[in-house]
């Protein structure tokens, strides 16, 4: 135990926390050794230095314009932005980086019906602003029919024709409306076998991948 207890162990625990721990902990330690420099030429040359170091650890990068800013912006960031160096980018400002970016809308225009997509919502925009007649009807009908499939997949059961068509209506915000008409979309059991069909045919491909690339590792 004495033996032990003469050297100086040194835990993560009790030392400062990194600011990037992917550089590790004697990189932080250079960028605090330049931090204690007064003298600013030196100062400025050792912080070359330490650049040049971590694009070391990615050579094929190390010259690329856009890589010398994230190096030097990292290195900034590690010092606290209290680094007083001369840098060939503008210097970051601790506001900036702190800065919270604007929340993304949520792409989901009606999530009341989010089984539908995306998808069938961009393909009803277009539907409306083409000219009413034979190729916009069939059109329409594709759509429902596309409804039809996805209702089925994501709620797996039954739907009526109609709740179809008032949902369409519901979503095309009344330029759609085929509520009462007389049009019959595809049954939901030939969807189905269609999807069955599909499944049974992906299936099948990939045992024979799996076969012929069991063939090609015997015959090396």
């Given at each position: 135990?004495?033996?032990?207890?003469?050297?100086?162990?040194?835990?993560?625990?009790?030392?400062?926390?990194?600011?990037?721990?992917?550089?590790?902990?004697?990189?932080?330690?250079?960028?605090?050794?330049?931090?204690?420099?007064?003298?600013?030429?030196?100062?400025?040359?050792?912080?070359?230095?330490?650049?040049?170091?971590?694009?070391?650890?990615?050579?094929?990068?190390?010259?690329?314009?856009?890589?010398?800013?994230?190096?030097?912006?990292?290195?900034?960031?590690?010092?606290?932005?209290?680094?007083d160096v001369d840098s060939p980018f503008e210097i970051p400002s601790k506001e900036l980086l702190n800065q919270r970016p604007e929340p993304l809308p949520y792409p989901q225009n009606f999530p009341k019906?989010?089984?539908?997509?995306?998808?069938?919502?961009?393909?009803?925009?277009?539907?409306?602003?083409?000219?009413?007649?034979?190729?916009?009807?069939?059109?329409?009908?594709?759509?429902?029919?596309?409804?039809?499939?996805?209702?089925?997949?994501?709620?797996?059961?039954?739907?009526?024709?109609?709740?179809?068509?008032?949902?369409?209506?519901?979503?095309?915000?009344?330029?759609?409306?085929?509520?009462?008409?007389?049009?019959?979309?595809?049954?939901?059991?030939?969807?189905?076998?269609?999807?069955?069909?599909?499944?049974?045919?992906?299936?099948?491909?990939?045992?024979?991948?799996?076969?012929?690339?069991?063939?090609?590792?015997?015959?090396?």
């Amino acid at each position: 135990m004495e033996q032990f207890n003469s050297f100086n162990l040194e835990y993560n625990t009790e030392r400062e926390r990194l600011i990037i721990p992917e550089y590790g902990r004697h990189f932080q330690k250079m960028v605090d050794y330049a931090l204690s420099i007064d003298d600013r030429e030196k100062r400025n040359k050792i912080a070359n230095s330490i650049i040049c170091t971590m694009g070391n650890l990615q050579p094929h990068l190390r010259d690329v314009a856009d890589f010398q800013h994230k190096l030097w912006d990292q290195l900034f960031i590690m010092s606290d932005f209290e680094l007083d160096v001369d840098s060939p980018f503008e210097i970051p400002s601790k506001e900036l980086l702190n800065q919270r970016p604007e929340p993304l809308p949520y792409p989901q225009n009606f999530p009341k019906y989010r089984y539908y997509g995306n998808n069938i919502k961009r393909m009803i925009d277009v539907a409306v602003k083409w000219e009413k007649g034979e190729m916009r009807s069939g059109l329409e009908l594709a759509i429902a029919n596309h409804m039809k499939k996805s209702y089925i997949n994501w709620n797996k059961e039954t739907v009526d024709d109609e709740v179809i068509f008032i949902h369409l209506n519901e979503l095309s915000e009344g330029s759609i409306n085929l509520v009462g008409s007389e049009e019959q979309l595809t049954s939901t059991e030939q969807l189905i076998k269609n999807k069955n069909m599909r499944s049974n045919r992906s299936s099948f491909g990939s045992k024979k991948n799996n076969r012929n690339n069991r063939n090609k590792k015997n015959n090396k």
